[in-house]
């Protein structure tokens, strides 16, 4: 973006540059432990200050122009930017280079906070490698895109394009499912309490890769004209990636645009000169991909029908999501406001707000969305504090206790000469 002029190369001379101590180490939480196996490095992009980098969405340039250097991390990255260290050691015990299950094989993590903003690569891009992910990698956003549906929806609400009780009979008709003649609206699918399953019965490709693949507007519209719902829309919290699918193309409706895709581009991307979110990969994008793993194979990227898109397709770069959720934490933007407003009780120990866990934890509100239990992205907003973690791995332990160490650790970090 216009701003990030300001982002300099890290400078890591003052770091230990050996190799061999942040991947596989004990520690963490129960089950992340294990012996250091494999080399762990680095790669890193800082700025100074979050407001340069577009963090309150008011830019107007282009894509992230960062320079970036990497070096093997060892003993604690002892005269190394602070911050880094932080990093390098709460994100150390979640890394297996080689692939041990349960553990990332390498991770892009970045993180604002009121000193500034920084994003590193640790671990590897592939099993047994040495090379760990770039700072402007492509990643899968997977779920966490589902906040920028949210997004979309609470915009729309300000444009009236749409009202929390309009129903799926607004837009699919009459054949939809109901429960003792209760529709779902546009609130239960904003806050996974449809009564909606996960996924429908009729997918087309069974199986743990991309079972929505090919999934067609047709193919939805039957699905709802046989389903019954189990009970009352509002009743309970059931994830649902139909939900939050269904969600999506009723929004790109009421738009009046041709497709998702365009509707993010249109609301989120340009007015904030994102380049980097998107759904199909250019030539140059596709060279910056951070390839995913599940069960040690390779996997191809995320897919699913056009119809459900609202339920997470979107892939961006660290940057261009500290911008996104940054923006949240600014506390005085309306669209934000109506995205994060707790409305309806969520998974236990939390309330939901559009597509997003709220937590009230005494001292402060913490907000988080996880994807593909690959990725997490985790902040508050008094302290205003912003963690995005994405592995390249579906299904690691402890994503989530990760983050929120990461959230808690990384607050009184020092940028200085990062």
């Not at 540059?17 to 004990?26: E, H, P, Q, V």
């Amino acid at each position: 973006m216009g701003g990030r002029g300001l982002v300099a190369l890290l400078a890591v001379a003052g770091c230990a540059t050996t190799s061999g101590g942040a991947a596989g180490t004990t520690g963490g939480e129960a089950g992340s432990s294990g012996e250091p196996s494999g080399s762990a490095s680095s790669s890193a992009s800082t700025s100074s200050d979050p407001a340069s980098s577009g963090g309150d969405g008011s830019t107007d340039g282009g894509s992230t122009d960062s320079s970036s250097t990497s070096a093997g991390i060892d003993d604690g990255c002892e005269g190394g930017p602070p911050v880094h260290c932080v990093l390098e050691s709460l994100t150390a015990p979640y890394i297996d280079t080689e692939g041990s299950p349960g553990q990332a094989i390498g991770l892009v993590v970045g993180v604002q906070t009121s000193a500034g903003r920084y994003v590193t690569g640790f671990g590897a891009t592939e099993p047994g490698g040495d090379t760990p992910p770039a700072p402007n990698a492509m990643l899968e956003l997977a779920s966490i895109g589902k906040v920028y549906t949210g997004y979309l929806l609470a915009d729309a609400l300000q444009r009236r394009e749409v009202a929390l009780t309009d129903t799926l009979e607004n837009t699919f008709g009459p054949a939809v499912p109901t429960f003792e003649g209760q529709s779902i609206d546009l609130l239960d699918l904003a806050t996974h309490t449809s009564a909606l399953p996960d996924y429908p019965t009729n997918v087309p490709n069974p199986g743990p890769i991309n079972p929505m693949d090919g999934y067609t507007l047709q193919m939805l519209e039957t699905f709802f004209a046989s389903h019954e719902l189990p009970e009352a829309p509002g009743t309970s919290y059931v994830y649902s990636n139909l939900g939050s699918g269904t969600l999506g193309y009723i929004l790109t409706q009421a738009a009046g645009v041709p497709d998702y895709p365009t509707l993010a581009q249109q609301r989120i991307a340009q007015p904030r000169g994102f380049v980097d979110t998107v759904v199909d990969l250019d030539r140059e994008q596709q060279g910056r991909w951070m390839q995913m793993y599940q069960d040690g194979n390779a996997i191809p990227p995320l897919a699913m029908g056009e119809v459900l898109y609202g339920g997470g397709i979107l892939r961006s770069t660290a940057d261009e999501v500290l911008d996104f959720f940054g923006e949240a934490t600014a506390g005085d933007d309306l669209i934000w406001d109506l995205v994060l407003e707790p409305r309806r009780p969520g998974a236990p120990g939390s309330s939901t707000g559009f597509q997003i866990a709220v937590e009230d934890l005494g001292d402060r509100t913490r907000y988080s969305k996880g994807g593909a239990s690959a990725g997490m992205v985790m902040f508050t907003v008094d302290p205003p504090v912003v963690v995005y973690v994405q592995t390249n791995v579906r299904g690691i332990r402890g994503l989530r206790m990760m983050a929120a160490e990461i959230l808690d650790g990384i607050e009184d970090a020092s940028f200085d000469d990062a």
